[in-house]
């Protein structure tokens, strides 16, 4: 290793284990193109973002011409010698469990999975197994070539744990950080369907309203004005089939902020069926495990090819047999 992490956040190393071990690049400059060392770096070491290459110059883990070097602005030039030491990955303390995956789509770079209803994506404190992340831990294994340092699925956007479809989880550091600029940009796209109560006056709308934490009860968002904390959210949604006081509707998201649908949907009196905490509860007669939501289609560019990929999750069994039990009644 060169020198020691001058921050308290620098990953740790797993070095008696030997598959987690430092990797030292040693480069030459033959072209200094472009000529700021954390962008040059970056040119040349695919698997790592921009961001990561900035980090690890903060961390003392480049020399430049023999030195230490903490300056990512530093201009290189032909000639120029350079070693790039890539510390060991951090396994992360969670344990992977065999939990069914039904994948959509998967190469190196990212996975893309239609998530069940009841699959909480992310672990947090009092939930730290059966869940997604688990899950891909235990189907990626070794595939997972860090994220930040640490051997981890690299969450871009999440699904509410009863909320089904697909989901895109990037593999490397790289990866993670191209989806993220895309979600960012709203160069990915997200199209949800949705049964609500009620039948809309027209066919198509946009809801932009901002959103954040309901001021009386803290585990529910609401519309909140941007000069009392609320976000900027955009839905746009439009009418996909009329089911008499009910209405299947497309829901394509602009931004992706925690339960934008659920309250954007019932701020203009049209709540999801089956929303526990946002809806009205009303009994149909459909075993439904929660709000009658689904991430059906998401499409994006590959963060290493370039090439436009899009991803379509078919609807699970009990927002079927919803459907077929509204069309009945006609």
């Not at 020198?3 to 740790?12: E, L, Q, V, W």
């Not at 959509?104 to 909480?120: C, M, Q, R, S, T």
């Not at 946002?278 to 939501?293: E, F, I, K, T």
Request: proline letters at 7%; charged letters at 25%.
């Amino acid at each position: 290793m060169i020198g020691s992490p001058s921050r308290n956040d620098a990953p740790s190393l797993a070095l008696d284990d030997p598959h987690f071990q430092d990797r030292h690049l040693d480069l030459t400059v033959d072209r200094a193109d472009p000529p700021r060392l954390d962008r040059w770096l970056t040119a040349q070491v695919k698997e790592l973002s921009r961001n990561r290459v900035q980090k690890l110059i903060d961390w003392e883990y480049v020399t430049l011409n023999g030195r230490l070097c903490t300056n990512k602005k530093e201009a290189v030039q032909v000639g120029d010698q350079i070693r790039l030491t890539i510390p060991a990955v951090k396994p992360l303390e969670l344990t992977p469990e065999d939990i069914p995956l039904d994948l959509l789509y998967e190469d190196d770079h990212l996975i893309i999975i239609n998530k069940p209803a009841g699959l909480v994506v992310h672990p947090a404190p009092g939930n730290m197994s059966g869940t997604l992340v688990n899950a891909v831990l235990a189907h990626c294994g070794e595939q997972l070539l860090g994220i930040g340092g640490v051997q981890r699925p690299g969450i871009v956007h999440r699904l509410d744990k009863d909320t089904t479809g697909a989901i895109v989880i990037a593999k490397t550091d790289l990866a993670h950080s191209h989806l993220q600029a895309q979600m960012k940009a709203k160069t990915a796209r997200r199209e949800y369907l949705g049964v609500v109560y009620g039948a809309p006056k027209t066919n198509s709308g946009t809801i932009d309203a901002p959103l954040g934490r309901h001021p009386q009860d803290r585990k529910r968002n609401a519309i909140v004005p941007i000069e009392k904390g609320g976000r900027h959210a955009v839905t746009h949604w439009q009418v996909e089939e009329r089911l008499g006081n009910l209405t299947l509707m497309r829901f394509r998201l602009e931004t992706g902020r925690t339960h934008q649908i659920r309250v954007h949907s019932t701020s203009i009196g049209h709540p999801l069926v089956g929303d526990p905490t946002y809806g009205s509860g009303r009994d149909l007669g459909v075993n439904l495990p929660g709000q009658a939501l689904h991430a059906e289609r998401l499409e994006l560019v590959h963060p290493a090819t370039g090439e436009i990929i899009v991803a379509h999750a078919p609807l699970p069994p009990h927002f079927e047999t919803l459907l077929t039990v509204l069309r009945r009644r006609g």
